[in-house]
T-cell receptor, first 115, second 115 residues
């Protein structure tokens, strides 16, 4: 079975600073990786996904993530944090078991942006 | 286009009572998923409907949980009788396709508290 580890349940950055949210996966097959974001009182929203091809994936709101097979990582970055980036971020891998594809999520990282 | 909606947004019940959660997927989405997040832990898969049929219910915790999707539209998740460990946030998601890298669209969740 696949698994996802997100290091740091809470991350604080200053406005304008680099955002780095860490995600490592465990998979015996090529992984399909996702980052979702949840803003307060809203549903999870897809930021970006990696399927095949280019290992640097660009998403919405200036976020990007790089798939590194050798490190089994898919870290999420943004060069300059905005106050509006404050939210909870979830890394996930898509897994086929019991006849269906389903997400395996990490425990989430709550990002706080300091003025 | 309306997103995935869930009702109620919050529910507080006593141990032993019954609660029914409702999910309205995006119109036209044949695939409907239920997930649950227990406080501080990862979001976990519960089950997957394709139209009105259960494709995979391997994540359902036990037989106190019953999910239905009448007519392939909205879905309900009933917990009867509720136990303390059932507390958490229940998310519903839908998608038009169910492939390995197909995006799932999430609702805001129902926060269930069992006292």
């Amino acid at each position: 079975a696949q698994s996802v580890t997100q290091l740091g349940s809470h991350v604080s950055v200053s406005e304008g600073a680099l955002v780095l949210l860490r995600c490592n996966y465990s998979s015996s097959v090529p992984p399909y990786l996702f980052w979702y974001v949840q803003y307060p009182n809203q549903g999870l929203q897809l930021l970006l996904k990696y399927t095949t091809g280019a290992t640097l994936v660009k998403g919405i709101n200036g976020f990007e993530a790089e798939f590194k097979k050798s490190e089994t990582s898919f870290h999420l970055t943004k060069p300059s944090a905005h106050m509006s980036d404050a939210a909870e971020y979830f890394c996930a891998v898509s897994e086929w078991t019991s006849g269906t594809y389903k997400y395996i999520f990490g425990t989430g990282t709550r990002l706080k942006v300091l003025a | 286009e309306a997103g995935v909606t869930q009702f109620p947004s919050h529910s507080v019940i006593e141990k032993g009572q019954t609660v029914t959660l409702r999910c309205d997927p995006i119109s036209g989405h044949d695939n409907l998923y239920w997930y649950r997040r227990v406080m501080g832990k990862e979001i976990k898969f519960l089950l997957h409907f394709v139209k009105e049929s259960k494709q995979d219910e391997s994540g359902m915790p036990n037989n106190r949980f019953l999910a239905e999707r009448t007519g392939g539209t909205y879905s309900t998740l009933k917990v009867q009788p509720a136990e303390l460990e059932d507390s958490g946030v229940y998310f519903c998601a839908s998608s038009p396709l169910a492939g390995v890298y197909n995006e799932q669209f999430f609702g805001p969740g129902t926060r269930l508290t069992v006292l």
